[in-house]
Structures are given as C-alpha cells and as structure tokens.
C-alpha cells in the first residue's frame, strides 16, 4: 500500500473515484488563462458578427429602457428616485441608467452562466478543460458590454453636468464603484453556475431563471428609489445582496445615497457565501456532468 | 525510455440504466416527501415495488488496469459497446470513474471528435487558436507552431475565412492538424480519421507515427480499422464487454478480436445465426462440419473437406453451393462454385460433402460464407440461402516450410509460381 502511495505521487495528474469536497481547482483554472482570453473574445465577437451595429447594441438596449423607466416609472408614476432624505439632486435619468446597466450585467450574467453545460455539452462531452473556465468567461466577456455601458453612463453624466443640470463632487465614495461591480460580478457568476449544476439534473430550473430574474428585478431599487420602501422592512430588503451593491454604487457615483455599513457587510458576507457555495457544487457536479447532462 | 505515462488500476465506470437524469425536480421532491413519509413511491409504475432507476446498473468498464510506457503507440480494439470510448473518456478527464484509479504523466490531448470547439463565426486562424487552448496549448505555443499547422492542413487558401464557409473536408483537415501539432505527452484519438481522403488519412497516421517514435510521444488509438491499427500501433488491448482480455502484440490482438465470436472448431451450427439474403428461399443451412482434419485447420495444399446439411423446403433442381473466403479483416478473397450437388424434393434434409483446393492460399485465418444456389442460364446466381462469416478455419504451412507470410502486404493468395520462358545472360560492355 505504501509503495502504491509512492509511485503515485511520480504521475503529475491523478484521477480517482473520491471525491475532495475543497478542491475548488481555481490554480487549474489559471493555468487556462489563454483559454479563457479566447472564450472571452470568442463570446465577444461572435455575439456582434454580421450585425450592422455591432457593440452598438451594447448601448442601445440599456438606453432605451432607461428612456422607457424615466418616462413611465419618473413621469406617468412620479415613483420617488431618491435613496435617502433629503432628496438629492440627482437626475432621474442618470438614477434610472445607473441601475440599468447594473441590473443588465448581474441579469446577463445570471442568465448566461446558468446555462453553462447545457450549451456547451457538446464541447465539455469531447474534451477536457477546468469547466470553471467557461463561466469565469462569461462573466468576463459581458464585463466589456458593460464597460461600453458605464461609458455610455459616463458621457451622459459629464453631458448633464455641463448642461448645469447635475453635479460631480470627487470623493473617496468613489472607491464603491469598483467594489460593487466586483461584488455584481461574483454574486451573479455564483448564482449563475449553481443553477448551471442543478440543471444538468433538474431543467425546471433553466425554464425559473428568465422570469426568476425580471421578478427579482422588482425586488431590487432599479426602476425606484430605496426611499420607496417602508422603514420597517429595509433590512428584509437589504437581504437582497444585489440591492447594497446597486445603492452602494450608485452612493459612489452622486456622493449622495444610502449607504449602512453593517447591511453592506452582510450583502458582501451573502455574495462570497453564495460564490464559495456555488464554486463547491460546480466542481462536484462537473466531475460526472457528462453521464447526466 | 521506459518511464510510465499512464496507469489504469482496476478502473471501473457504472452507469444507470433506464431514463438517466429524466427526473424533474417535482419527482425527487415527491419522492423525498413520500420516503420521509414512508409511503410508497408516487412516482414508481404500479407494481414497481423499488425506486425505479436505481436497481439497474450498467458497468461499462469492469476492473480494468493495464500501463503504458513513454513512446508506446497502443490500439484499442473491441465491438461496439465493450467499453473503447468510455475508456478514452475517462482517461482524458471528461467523466470521473465510478472505482479505481487512472495516473497520467503530463499533458493529454484528446482528439475524441475533431473540430471539437470550432466556432463558425470566426475564421481558420482564430479557430486554430481556439482550438488549441481548448486541448490545453498556450497562445505562445500555437504562436510557435502555426505556420507548421496551416501548411499541413493543406487549406492556407482559406486560413482566413470563417469556418462556416468551410467544406467538411478541409474542416476536419484544418481540426486534426491542429490536434496532431499539439505539444502533448499523450495523444489519445477515438477515429477521429475515418473522415478526410485516404491521402490526408495515411499523412496523419504517418505523422502519428513519428510523433511515437521519433518524439516519445504516447499515442493510445481507438479503431474498428484493423490496417490503421496494424499500420500505427506496436500493442493492443482488446476489450469484451467492459474487461480487458487481451494485452499484447497486434497481430495476436487482431486475431483474438477477430475470433472471439468463433473458435476454429470443427462442427458449426449455421440455423442460429443471421441468414441474409434469403429472398426467395426454398432451402435453409441447419450446420457443417470440417472432415479429415483438427481445430478446422488445413495444411496448405490439402484439400478442405466439409459437410454441409441444409432443409430443402421446395422441390430444388441444379443446387449448387458457393463459398466466399474472406481474410480476418473481412476483405474478400475468392469465391468458390460447387460442381451441381443434385436435385432435392420438397421437405428433406439434404448433406453434401464437398472438398475445397486450398492451394492456392497462404497460412493465416480465413472466414467463409456458405451460400445454396442456383444459376440461371445466363450463368448469374440465384441465392437460396446465404450465411455470412459462417466459420473459420486456418491454413498452416507444411511441415518442410518455414517461410513467414505478411497478409498486410502480400494479400491472401500464393499465386502458382511464373514460368520462366526465356533467359539469358549478356556482356554489359
């Protein structure tokens, strides 16, 4: 048995029918790196060959349906668009973009992963990489659409502070926006390849996730204002991780905002839970995917 | 030279039978609910009196080990369903096993399907360096090698358009060459070369060939082509229904994959197996036997004698009976027509025995079909009865000849020797 141990360790790859329940293989993830790179540019252009517009569309989407909130959400039903009191001076326009592209990415993502081996079965059942790969890339590649959207949120900002109808004051606040982009970015990748496990087994799920996600919108200050929910449920709310990283976001941006330390704590604590979790079952599921999927 | 690159202990894979993974959600749950309750299955069928998936277990691989050393070129050969390809699959990583243990050493790079990955949006180029990073190359590396890539997959032409625009051939020339330039330890290739022209074909089993011997490569090549195995591989390993019967020397291997539905024994029972072309009937082969001779084994040059008994079910007039000899590869060798065996009523039992001159063939394994006849007047058959790779039976060598014969180069038959009509010798200057 000992000399079995021994030349065992000479072989640089072993494959064996137990199970390690902590090996989360993200140092075989990096050495993909190329790969993913690849995946990512692959996703990328793709998605926009053959189209007139190209990574136009990127922008198009999210501005109309900015345009469409101010105008039924802000002007129709004069819903609130301040996080806290006093009402700051932000334009509702500016507000109702901000959460746009925000929710567009976790919900992109969220939806992208969870498909994650149904649509690339046809890849994972023929050759072997780190299957992780696939949806660390796909959250990277939607991360360049939104980039192309935080641009577009960008001119518009600096566009209506010179029009003299909003303000930019520089502060360290703005440290909020890298770090809610990032915690966006874990939750829905987290969210997304848990699905993506269970659905090898259980396709209900896939059929839950679309309109899953146009209710949780509902759920989440996109198209309103924090100050619209009564005081009494603001923390039920909070439980909600993707509500601290949108307002805390958007507290980033303005300077002006909700923002409670110890509910963006818990909202952190929920995404790296939900990411770590997720990551758990994604190794575990994915050994054997191909017999069940 | 002699490092182990892979080892097999006792690898087996279990798989479910019946609807795998065709449960929803709202069925395990109803399961779940009814187990905590014990109740009986709602979902089980009525009179099922177990949960219905899990009793039927399926091994596709049962205990299999055996090590593969640095340079190794090794075929697997087996019948469809004896594990090949689960095999492939799990050395290569796509699913775990249910027991056991698979060592690798170093990289692997599996060419289960070729064209694994391709995009059809983006072009040949990206799609090499797509395709590459998928079977576990680095940018830098294709960077290196794909001038290599390009000139051997004879489409540099095309190496710019997306390869949607592509024909199946120069998609799956472009796929393999990217597969076969890989800078891996471990090949492992499932046919992937059944499709592509004979030249392309024979180009990437050359090329695999060198990889093993010239770079230490270690290919491991699944085949149901003999020839491409004989021409690649310096071992096999043949599986039966999910065991490893065999490790050792291909030819040894062939025969006994070959064989394995019928050892050369001298009486065969012919109604049991698949009668084909049996259109229009009338007489039906029950058996044979081999006369005057051991474990169906002649020595060349002596005739073989064998009975053949066969129902006659209408009045049959002019029967004749017809023998095909194939080689173990199943590739024709001849035929042979009997003389008229007679005429039959309706509802006996005919037996006719009839010598085959076996000069003509060279030792080795042969196969027969047993065909009953007759021939119209323009002298084309009317098949009666017809059964394929019937038996076998071997030709050996006479006692005084020691020569060694090569049916892969030779073919099957020693032709009489040429007749020297004239000879003569002149001065050069």
New interface residues.
Partial sequence: MTENKKS?T????????DKKIFDLKLKEAFK?K??I??FVK?EF??KY??TVLGPLWAIIQPLFTTVVYTVIFGTLAGLDTADASPAPMVPSFLFYMSGTILWSYFSSVVSATSHTFLANA????????PRIAMPIATAISNLISFGIQLAMFIVTYIVLIINGSAEFVLSWHLIFVPLSILQLMLLSTGIGIIISALT??????SMLVGFGLNLWQYATPVAYGLMLIPQNYIGLYHLNPVTPAILSFRYGVFGVGYFDLAYYLIGWAITLLIAFLGLLLFNRIE??????? | MSEIML?CENVSKQ?RLGA??G????E?LQRLSARLRKKEDPTSKIGQKKRPISNEKFLALDGVSFEVKKGEAVGIIGKNGAGKSTLL??I???????????????R?A?M??VG??F?P??TGR?NI??NG???????KEIDAKIEEIIDFSEVRQFIDTPVKRYSSGMYVKLAFSVAAHLDADIMIMDEVLAVGDMAFQNKCLTKMRQSAQEEGKTVLYVSHNMNTIRQLCDRVIVLEKGKLIFDGSVEEGIAIYMNNSDSGSNVVTLHDKTHLGNLIGGAFMESMEFLDCENATVVSGNPLKFKMNFRVDRKLEGVKMRITVKSRDDVPVGISISDEVGSFDAETMASVTLAFDTSLLAQGIYYLNFAVCQYDSNGNPVILDNVARACNFTVINRQDDRSVWSQMWWGSIKFPPMKVCEAEAKNIN
């Fill in positions: 065992d000479a072989f640089k790859t072993v494959v064996s029918a993909y190329d790969m790179l690849l692959r252009v793709s060959k053959q046809h890849i994972m059942g023929k050759v072997y990489f090898t087994k259980y396709r209900d799920l050994k054997n995917f191909a017999d069940t999927v | 080892r798989y795998i993974g449960t929803t959600l709202k395990d699959k799990l290569t990583r796509i699913t775990g096993p249910s027991k056991g243990t698979i060592s690798l050493n170093g692997v599996s289960l399907e694994t990955g995009h949006e983006l990206e360096y797509m990073a998928i079977l576990g190359m680095s940018k």
